[in-house]
T-cell receptor, first 111, second 112 residues
Framework: DADVTQTPRNRITKTGKRIMLECSQT?????MYWYRQDPGLGLRLIYY???????NKGEISDGYSVSRQAQAKFSLSLESAIPNQTALYFC??????????FGEGSRLTVL | GENVEQHPSTLSVQEGDSAVIKCTYS??????FPWYKQELGKRPQLIID?????GEKKDQRIAVTLNKTAKHFSLHITETQPEDSAVYFC???????????FGQGTELSVKP
């Protein structure tokens, strides 16, 4: 089945370290997104991309950067991780019809 | 930008009862309102959506209503079952615009 795959699924790191979360998809969708989930805060949009040359900031982009390496790959970087970036991160894809298809999530803990 | 508020944050019902979750949005240009269900340890998945050209949509035991004038929309689940227990998220966007903004989530617990 076509899917959205995130790596790593779990990561523990220390304050100040650089971290990259990777997302790849076999759905053939043009649009890709990174969301962050925190209890009580829902899903907050970090960055989104409509194609390889398009990158857009979301609600909470400070402290994060992204790279769209190919139509099927969208990575999220934390240049210098801090404890309040501890969260569950989801990659998602879509067509322009609205429905998001989420990956399984990457749980990041920053000590 | 768009802001979506969702209430309640937690909801507990007896099996067979109805459950209602409400959301309000701020951007009058939004025209697409999906609802996602996230079971424990799983990824969110779309369960139903509504577009601004209709006021209500049903799919078996779930229904969504939209009041564009008041800028609020609701999810109704009838005859709840234990497998309905999950976190539900509402969201809003301009269809095709790409920026889907979510509410804070409602944890629904259905007690047998």
């Amino acid at each position: 089945d076509a899917d959205v795959t995130q790596t790593p699924r779990n990561r523990i790191t220390k304050t100040g370290k650089r971290i990259m979360l990777e997302c790849s998809q076999t759905k053939g969708h043009d649009r890709m997104y990174w969301y962050r989930q925190d209890p009580g805060l829902g899903l907050r949009l970090i960055y989104y991309s409509f194609d390889v040359k398009d990158i857009n900031k979301g609600e909470i982009s400070d402290g994060y950067s992204v790279s769209r390496q190919a139509q099927a790959k969208f990575s999220l970087s934390l240049e210098s991780a801090i404890p309040n970036q501890t969260a569950l991160y989801f990659c998602a894809t879509s067509l322009n019809t609205g429905e998001l298809f989420f990956g399984e999530g990457s749980r990041l803990t920053v000590l | 930008g768009e802001n979506v508020e969702q209430h309640p944050s937690t909801l507990s019902v007896q099996e067979g009862d109805s459950a209602v979750i409400k959301c309000t949005y701020s951007d009058s240009a939004s025209n697409y309102f999906p609802w996602y269900k996230q079971e424990l340890g799983k990824r969110p998945q779309l369960i139903i959506d509504i577009r601004s050209n209709v006021g209500e949509k049903k799919d078996q035991r779930i229904a969504v209503t939209l009041n564009k004038t008041a800028k609020h929309f609701s999810l109704h689940i009838t005859e709840t079952q234990p497998e309905d227990s999950a976190v539900y998220f509402c969201a809003a966007s301009l269809l095709g615009g790409g920026k889907l903004i979510f509410g804070q989530g409602t944890e629904l617990s259905v007690k047998p």
